[in-house]
């Protein structure tokens, strides 16, 4: 059997995460509405020095192979001035290191030049909305949206993989199909959509009902038909709809997917491509880990509950043995979560639940699905 025929090993997300995301400083010199870190213009104080940043490196290592990736976020991480030396250790031994850098002065083209030269494996850019006044008043910096697309298009003809991160808020719901034409024509190559949970500065923000969680779920899925890998965060519950898609189920008739995916198809036309829906069953604490930027380790970065701290304990121990992860990883939920069909693909955003209710195994209230189960289990009275 050759190489490239060889089947890929399932992720053994008890053992090892996918994605580690590191939160090198806080500081940036952005100040966005829904920021998660609520990030601030200049370092925290207990932020990880480099020493401690190269331990925590060696630790990620030590999960073993596959590696998983390392994503350097903030804060802007151009702002960690030791930043490279960081990447150099991390791709010393092998593992692949993303970056999520705000889009500042701070992004030259020498920047761009270093990322390339220091192997770094994919880079990711926030764009909220299609239009200037849109991004703009999101980001709270005039001209930041022209600078945006021009990173985003800079990023990709260094051949850097770039992946635009897009928030979806009710302030640009009607901007999503647009933004997928932009930034397919931006030539990014993943659109990763975050769906709000209420932590940081994103208390303040918009958010939108189940129905329409669903409806730009269903409108997810045709975008990934145009050549992007679409993936979204904090609602897993795009998986069930992509196994209903792909399982031939027809879309939702809501006037919300209507809109979006007509206007979809009369920005780029029928949709030719396989649908590129990633689908890979993590969540918060399964798959995906997150260190701040003191070394308090959480599920995720929009679930900020202390599992321990990598000053004190080794990361692996953290992930594999927390009893909270463990949990997750075992789909332990209550509410619908805990008797849905789709609990171990989806399971429902850990985060989303902790933010509604104080529990972190509770139900995902953004998803509208009402498992087969469910009303057997209300009947008898189960949570
Ligand atoms: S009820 Fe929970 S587990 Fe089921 S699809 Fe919705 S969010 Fe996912």
């Not at 870190?37 to 932020?47: D, F, I, V």
């Not at 993590?282 to 970065?301: C, M, S, Y």
């Not at 080794?314 to 992860?325: E, N, Q, T």
């Not at 989303?352 to 139900?363: C, K, Q, T, V, Y």
Request: hydrophobic letters at 45%; one cysteine or more; proline letters at 7%.
């Amino acid at each position: 059997m050759t190489e490239a025929a060889a089947p890929r090993a399932r992720p053994d997300f008890a053992h090892r995460p996918m994605l580690v995301f590191w939160e090198v400083t806080r500081a940036c010199q952005l100040a966005c509405k829904h920021c998660r870190a609520s990030a601030t213009s200049s370092a925290l104080p207990g932020e990880l020095s480099g020493a401690e940043g190269r331990d925590l490196i060696d630790q990620v290592a030590g999960f073993g192979h596959p590696y998983p990736i390392l994503v350097l976020t903030g804060g802007d991480c151009l702002l960690r001035p030791d930043l490279f030396d960081l990447v150099g250790h991390a791709r010393e031994l092998g593992l692949p290191v993303a970056l999520s850098p705000s889009v500042t002065p701070s992004l030259t083209p020498q920047m761009i030049e270093r990322m390339v030269s220091s192997s770094v494996t994919a880079v990711s850019i926030s764009l909220d909305g299609a239009l200037a006044p849109t991004h703009d008043w999101l980001r709270g910096v005039p001209g930041h949206f022209e600078r945006t697309i021009e990173a985003i298009g800079a990023l990709a003809a260094a051949g850097l993989t770039v992946q635009v991160n897009t928030t979806v808020m009710r302030a640009n719901l009607d901007e999503l199909a647009d933004i997928a034409e932009l930034i397919s024509r931006a030539a990014a190559h993943i659109w990763e959509v975050f769906f709000l949970v209420q932590v940081g500065r994103g208390v303040a923000s918009d958010a939108i009902s189940p129905a329409e969680h669903e409806d730009v779920c269903h409108f997810l899925y045709d975008a990934s038909q145009y050549g992007l890998i679409v993936r979204t965060v904090e609602a897993p519950f795009f998986r069930r709809v992509v196994a209903w898609r792909r399982a031939g189920q027809p879309a939702p008739a809501g006037d919300l997917y209507l809109e979006m995916s007509g206007k979809l198809e009369t920005l780029m036309g029928p949709a030719t491509g396989r649908p590129r829906a990633q689908t890979a069953s993590t969540r918060d604490g399964k798959g995906i880990l997150f260190v701040a930027h003191d070394g308090e380790v959480n599920p995720a970065g929009f679930l900020p509950l202390p599992l321990g701290n990598v000053r004190d304990e080794p990361i692996a121990a953290i992930y594999r043995d927390h009893p909270l992860l463990r949990r997750i990883r075992a789909a332990d939920f209550t509410g619908r979560c805990g008797v849905c069909e789709y609990a171990d693909l989806c399971g429902g955003s850990r985060a989303r639940a902790f933010a509604a209710s104080g529990d972190p195994l509770g139900e995902d209230p953004a998803c509208p699905y009402v498992p087969a189960g469910w009303s057997e289990s209300a009947a008898d009275g189960a949570d």
